[in-house]
């Protein structure tokens, strides 16, 4: 009993002194200061008695500690501890009332508003022209706080590893391979950084001309040749609203007016901000930076970050005017990259039989971004010739150039990267897995000399069923003038092969000029819109456009095309084709059998004139995606080279989208015209996703296209001229349901109207769109917090029915937007 007794008081002894004890008073007259809380980042400890004390565990080496009229302090956690709080200003003490309702500042969102109303009159995009230089230096490390730590660490570790039994499984030769290479990246990184990147660039802009950026020179550890398409990112806020300060992002952060002081004798507004993750868990007085903003015009002159969590993150971004426009001048970023991990030994030898214990040791691990803005001019005259091609191009690119543009010498550490890293880089092949990377991007996959084409890949529809394929090209590695390429597919339910062959001939390395030979025998839903000129990614989301579609046709066909880029914005498309077709469904089109010859010229036009590019090896790359965008083709069938059909068909797409206080709007109007002697495939089906033979709800349920109809009966609606409008309104807030991703909804409403000129010669069974069709939805992007899009849509006016069934459809998206 004794010994019980004994066990249990010095259980009660030990939680008691493992306790830390608080008390926190008033520094100007040494009074307790009552319901004082206590927090470590997010987590409330808990909050002092009318004597000002607490007792709490925790493992924080710091805690915060808030008190309504008091201002925050933040200390050092030890077991006793007696900490004074200075009484605040009266507007601090108003503001803490403020943050305890869990409500922003009606003064501070009132001056955001008009920093988003002044935003373009503010930008240097107001000017008529300007021009700067850049200097931008990436790098990835250990947290320079803990560097020295680091390096001891190492040296400490490489001595115990030597000392110590090596362990006794077998390795295979690729782990034995990857674990050489894992310590020979540990011991280069005693001397260097992981990764350091460097690039300086010229950026240009003409109200008359548009934007140009040149890479003056770059630099990347591990990569002798630049990789274009990482040239083309943009981890700067350069002409973008920084998200703090975006309307739509207002019901995730809380807004706090704190001071007025002055900047360079400016008068400034310092606004502080905090996310809100969970409010029931929310620290009511922990900010994640402040917002500076000018008084007289309401400009954005500093922004200052720092992670939710403690030392994952921090941020300083600063503006500064220059003829009355407010440009930005300098970035300095860090941002948490997980950790660098070792296990060593607990023991520096172990008894015989012994089994060896280990412990893991780990380093943080940083990604630092320096961007730096010089040598501003504004109003000058700009050359034309100085936007000529595309909108980045690449100067220089072999790291020579770069001691003109540095705006500090690279230390010791930095200057060994290169090498180090260089020769590790090449040991372990990582740029054949940045090329796959980067390929993806494109909607490719590359292997070597290959690159496979994933549009290729799968498909389903009611006539083929599942269809599997695969469609390869040789790129550049192979030749930077010839790529020949070649596709195939099977059809589960048709039982047929469809294959397809061509050969491109690159005419320029400077821009897109490309004569093209090809012939391909495969099936296509009849009356589809074309998309010439979409980039693969866009063809992606049709992919699944025909799952409930069986009205295909079989086309045979050889042709001839060039493409070429007139400039950065206009891209044209000349074709020749010469085919055979005929209809694979119960169809007859006038007293033609069902076998049609057709040789026809097509005409395609894409004008994006916002959209930036860049060349590279493999080809034009869109980095920056942007609206408004039109797409035209013309196609005329004539009468010669063995062709029986004379027709003329015209397709327009129109493509707009652009953010205003009620959130994002995407525009979409597009629309044809069909004449003359064609068959129902040169006309247009309007793109029907509903399966209406089935009762089934599977039948309502397809997957996001670009310019299908929900709720439309697939293969039913054709007409030989049409119109059409889509608009969908993404509403400016997101919100939280489950796990961290932010949801957001979006309202979307289609319409469209034809007619068809003497159906009755197209003998098969369809309707003629002479009335409006109408449906509006409704997108949860993201449904509960998932990476699914869950939609709802439902049909209205003319072509309504009194059964519900018959007007709804679902749409599921993989990918939200």
Not at 664 to 687: C, D, Y
């Amino acid at each position: 009993m004794k010994k019980t007794l004994s066990a249990l008081f010095l259980l009660i002894f030990t939680l008691y002194f493992s306790q830390n004890q608080l008390q926190v008073i008033n520094a100007k007259n040494q009074k307790a200061v009552y319901n004082a809380a206590v927090y470590c980042d997010d987590d409330l400890l808990g909050k002092t008695d009318a004597n000002g004390k607490l007792t709490f565990k925790t493992k924080c080496k710091k805690v915060e500690i808030f008190a309504n009229n008091f201002e925050d302090k933040e200390v050092s956690v030890q077991k006793e501890m007696k900490v004074s709080l200075a009484p605040s200003k009266e507007k601090t003490g108003n503001i803490d009332k403020v943050i305890l309702t869990d409500k922003s500042d009606a003064k501070a969102l009132k001056i955001l508003d008009e920093f988003n109303k002044n935003y373009k009159k503010n930008s240097p995009q107001a000017l008529d022209s300007y021009q700067f230089k850049s200097y931008s230096k990436i790098s990835i490390d250990v947290d320079k706080d803990s560097l020295s730590t680091y390096k001891e660490f190492l040296a400490k570790r490489e001595d115990s590893l030597a000392r110590i039994e090596k362990r006794t499984f077998k390795q295979k030769d690729k782990e034995k391979k990857d674990s050489l290479l894992g310590e020979d990246f540990v011991n280069a990184t005693k001397e260097s950084q992981f990764f350091l990147w460097e690039k300086a660039s010229e950026h240009k802009f003409s109200k008359k001309y548009g934007e140009k950026t040149n890479i003056l020179d770059n630099r990347m550890s591990g990569f002798p040749n630049p990789i274009y398409e990482a040239l083309a990112l943009n981890i700067s806020y350069l002409n973008r609203i920084p998200r703090q300060l975006s309307p739509e992002n207002r019901n995730i952060y809380r807004y706090y007016l704190s001071d007025t002081i002055e900047i360079d004798n400016r008068k400034t507004y310092v606004i502080k901000f905090k996310e809100i993750t969970n409010k029931l868990k929310q620290n009511p007085r922990k900010y994640n930076g402040k917002i500076h903003i000018d008084a007289e015009n309401y400009a954005l002159k500093k922004l200052e970050t720092s992670s939710k969590k403690r030392n994952e993150g921090s941020g300083t971004i600063i503006w500064k005017p220059i003829n009355n426009k407010w440009f930005l001048v300098s970035e300095n970023l860090k941002v948490k990259m997980g950790d660098s991990r070792f296990e060593t030994a607990k023991k520096d030898s172990v008894k015989k039989d012994e089994k060896q214990k280990f412990k893991t040791k780990k380093f943080g691990n940083f990604l630092y971004v320096k961007n730096q803005y010089f040598d501003f001019e504004t109003n000058i005259t700009q050359q034309k010739s100085d936007f000529s091609g595309y909108s980045l191009e690449v100067k220089n690119a072999d790291g020579s150039l770069l001691s003109q543009y540095r705006t500090d010498s690279l230390t010791t550490r930095e200057s060994a990267t290169y090498n180090k890293i260089d020769t590790l880089v090449k040991k372990a092949n990582i740029e054949k897995k940045v090329s796959l990377f980067t390929n993806l991007m494109k909607g490719n996959f590359r292997y070597k000399m290959l690159d496979f084409d994933l549009t290729k890949l799968i498909k389903f529809d009611q006539y083929e069923g599942l269809r599997l394929g695969t469609g390869v090209k040789l790129n550049e590695k192979f030749s930077k003038t010839f790529s020949p390429d070649a596709y195939f597919g099977y059809g589960f339910r048709d039982h047929t092969w469809k294959y397809g062959a061509g050969l491109d001939f690159k005419i320029s390395q400077k821009r897109t000029s490309i004569f093209r030979i090809q012939y391909f025998d495969d099936v296509f839903a009849a009356g589809r819109f074309s998309n010439n000129l979409w980039d693969n990614f866009t063809k992606m989301q049709d992919l699944d456009l025909d799952l409930h579609n069986a009205n295909f046709y079989k086309n045979q066909q050889i042709s001839t095309s060039f493409l070429y880029d007139v400039t950065n914005s206009l891209t044209f498309k000349l074709a020749l084709n010469k085919e055979k077709q005929k209809a694979l469904f119960d169809y007859q089109y006038k007293n033609f059998a069902n076998n049609f010859e057709n040789f026809s010229t097509t005409l395609s036009l894409k004008y994006s004139p916002n959209d930036k590019n860049i060349m590279t090896p493999g080809g034009k790359y869109t980095y920056e995606k942007k609206f408004p965008q039109f797409f035209v083709n013309f196609e005329k069938g004539l009468e010669s080279f063995g062709g029986k059909l004379d027709y003329q068909r015209l397709d327009a797409l129109a493509i707009h989208q652009f953010r205003s206080k009620i959130g994002v709007t995407n525009l979409k109007f597009f629309g044809g015209i069909s004449s003359g002697t064609a068959p129902i495939w040169k006309n247009f089906e309007l793109a029907g996703q509903t399966d209406i033979s089935t009762e089934k709800l599977r039948g309502r349920i397809n997957t996001p296209s670009n310019l299908g109809f929900v709720t439309m009966p697939s293969g039913t609606f054709y007409a030989d001229k049409f119109v059409a409008f889509q608009v969908s309104q993404l509403l400016p807030f997101k919100f939280r349901t489950l796990g961290k991703n932010l949801s957001s909804l979006q309202i979307e409403y289609q319409s469209a109207v034809g007619n068809f000129k003497n159906p009755e010669n197209h003998q098969f069974n369809f309707q003629v769109l002479n009335h409006n069709y109408q449906e509006v939805g409704l997108v949860w992007n993201r449904f509960l917090g998932t990476g699914l899009g869950l939609g709802f849509s439902y049909r209205l006016g003319y072509y309504q029915t009194s059964e519900f069934k018959d007007n709804f459809g679902l749409q599921l998206r993989f990918v939200s937007f």
